[in-house]
C-alpha cells in the first residue's frame, strides 16, 4: 500500500478528525487532508487526488452517505476508494451504503488494528 497516498479524512466533528489522523499516522500515513462535511470535502476532492476517502456518515449539511453518492456519479472520482464511519450499526445503513458504492464500512469505536484491516481489505492487491 502507497503510505504517502493523500487520504481525506471527513468528519463534523474535530475531535473525530483528531483520533482518525492519529490512528493513520500509527498505522504510517503521511499525506492527511480533512474536511469538515460533504460539500467541503467534494471541493478538496475536486481540486486534489486524494488516494482514500475516509467519511463519517452523520453530518450537517452534506452527509457522507451524500458524499459518497457524489463521488460515485462524479466520473473524474468515482473511482477513488471510499470507507465509511458511522456509530450506527444498522443493517439498511450498511446496505445502502454498499448499494451506492462504499468499498468499507467502520463502526465507531474503532482502533487503529479495525482501521488497518478495513484499509487492507480495499486495497487487496498490496497486502504482503
Partial sequence: ???SMPVLVVDDYNTMIRIIRNLLKQLGFENIDDASDGSAAL???RGKKYGLVIS???MEPMTGYDLLKEVRGDPNLA???FIMITAESKTEN???AKKAGVNNYIV???NAA???TKID???PDNNA
Avoid: E, G, Q, Y
Wanted: hydrophobic share 55%; net charge positive; no cysteine.
Fill in 1 to 3: 500500500m502507497d503510505l
Fill in 43 to 45: 471541493a478538496k476532492m
Fill in 56 to 58: 463519517d456518515w452523520n
Fill in 79 to 81: 473511482t477513488t476508494p
Fill in 94 to 96: 450498511v446496505i445502502a
Fill in 108 to 110: 465507531k469505536p474503532f
Fill in 114 to 116: 479495525t482501521l488497518k
Fill in 121 to 123: 481489505a480495499v486495497f
